[in-house]
């Protein structure tokens, strides 16, 4: 069955490319049900953000009407970047299954393996650096969210 | 001037807190004028990727009809999470100013921290497991992309 799904994925991912988006694809099912699909609609988009698994992702919340998709498992032509992954644990998906790693995307040209590299640095240390600013009302929005009753965790 | 931005970015997220969102804001900027900027949405929104730093990204993208920021500063209330870390990178930003840090964000109940000690985990050994199926033709979206002539790269 996991074959089956990722197979898909990767069938999607090779379509997508023939329809103007990039070399990827990702499933997000449900109790053996496809929810969503979607292959990776940067450039046609305008959206950097689109890879393939965010836009699954989305579309299954969307569709689930839910903010996180704990039953549900990620098939994916290819290992995710820190950006899909990210967006997997907060989506909070049961599994991964993906075909492709992201050696297989850097030889592709595709940056997953560098952005991965730049991750444990220091911020201010990095490709794109990162730097921290001091200032004294910084922690206001937390205190906000720590004292607001009835909120919604997420 | 990247003091007055953040603090901007600060005072968003806090007023996002008020607005239903979560305590997180964030603007991009080029050549000092604000270009879009966003709260948290992922309740409001059902949208697990609707971090401030996402949205306002998206929306820069759409606004400059571009889908990289490679002349942009990102001002955010808080250090970025892995998948903005990510979007940072695929939209080429210039810098990133940030106000409070993962660990302050932990402290408030957000997972942040915790997802950048998954990262260097092995795939299949992290807390959500991902998974790698040896498939035949998982390479033929990228042989495909890489046969493409005058295509758009990301």
Redo the contacts between chains.
């Keep these: 069955m996991?074959?089956d799904f990722?197979?898909q994925a990767?069938d999607l991912?090779?379509q997508?490319?023939?329809d103007g988006g990039?070399?990827?694809?990702a499933l997000v099912v449900k109790e053996r049900r496809i929810i969503a699909s979607s292959g990776n609609r940067?450039?046609p988009?305008?959206?950097?953000?689109a890879?393939a698994e965010?836009m699954a992702?989305?579309l299954a919340?969307?569709r689930l009407?839910?903010?996180?998709?704990t039953d549900c498992i990620l098939y994916t032509?290819?290992?995710?970047?820190?950006?899909?992954?990210?967006?997997?644990?907060?989506?909070?998906?049961?599994?991964?299954?993906?075909?492709?790693?992201r050696h297989?995307?850097a030889?592709?040209?595709f940056?997953d393996s560098?952005?991965?590299d730049?991750?444990?640095k220091q911020?201010a240390e990095r490709?794109?650096?990162?730097?921290?600013?001091d200032?004294p009302?910084?922690?206001?929005?937390?205190s906000?969210?720590?004292r607001?009753e009835g909120k919604?965790?997420?």
């Design positions: 996991h074959e990722l197979q990767v991912a090779r997508n490319v023939a990039g070399p990827f694809g940067v450039t988009n305008l959206d950097p953000t890879h965010i992702i989305r919340c969307q009407g839910d903010f996180q998709l032509s290819c290992e995710p970047c820190p950006m899909c992954l990210g967006a997997i644990y907060w989506a909070r998906l049961q599994a991964v299954y993906f075909a492709c790693n297989d995307a030889a592709a040209g940056d560098f952005i991965y730049e991750i444990p911020p490709n794109i650096a990162m730097r921290y600013l200032l009302e910084a922690g206001s929005p937390f906000a969210w720590n607001l919604i965790r997420y």
